[in-house]
């Protein structure tokens, strides 16, 4: 599996912080300690995590209980709205856009997503595509496209009718991708 080059990376986090997006690398063996350290500096108390592989295997969860931050990991309806930070494994990323991709049935995963003040979404590096295009490309050569698909571009803003813009009336104040080297 081949994993993001520094040029991809670079030009998906610029593309992320262009919309008010903050953008963090890191390795599999460090995941669980750059999860903590984010959280801990924004002084986020709670977290509602949609487990995948990645985040189990990286010891993710436990990393965060032993740093005094509250995990939830189910009944997530029931947590969503109170936590403050939420994370979930973005399928796909888009450098041109600096977007994470959401390409699964997980209804948690969307609520996470879309309910938590701050919202982490970790993606694997070698899941990083250079444009647009590609993305649709991968998503149609899918064995059955998922219920279910996602771009998420920055954290959520809206404007009135006066145009006067409003930051995380939608979804989340904060947003944060953590893109991950693969093994």
């Not at 796909?92 to 948690?108: H, M, P, S």
């Not at 990083?128 to 998503?139: A, C, G, I, P, Q």
């Not at 979804?171 to 991950?180: C, L, N, Q």
Request: negative net charge.
């Amino acid at each position: 599996m081949n994993t993001i080059t520094d040029a991809l990376y670079e030009r998906f986090k610029t593309n992320l912080e262009s919309v008010n997006g903050t953008c963090v690398r890191t390795s599999s063996a460090k995941l669980a300690g750059a999860l903590t350290g984010l959280l801990k500096e924004l002084d986020i108390p709670d977290v509602c995590i949609a487990l995948t592989p990645l985040l189990e295997e990286t010891g993710v969860v436990k990393a965060l209980e032993d740093a005094g931050i509250a995990v939830y990991t189910d009944h997530i309806r029931l947590h969503a709205e109170t936590a403050k930070g939420g994370i979930t494994e973005s399928q796909y990323g888009i450098a041109e856009l600096g977007t994470l991709v959401q390409a699964r049935d997980c209804v948690d995963e969307r609520i996470i997503s879309t309910m938590s003040e701050s919202w982490f979404g970790v993606v694997p590096g070698s899941a990083v595509v250079d444009e647009y295009d590609k993305m649709f490309e991968l998503l149609g050569d899918l064995p059955e496209i998922p219920n279910f698909v996602g771009f998420i571009t920055g954290p959520s803003r809206t404007a009135d009718i006066e145009c006067v813009g409003t930051v995380g009336v939608h979804g989340p104040i904060r947003m944060t991708a953590v893109v991950v080297d693969d093994k």
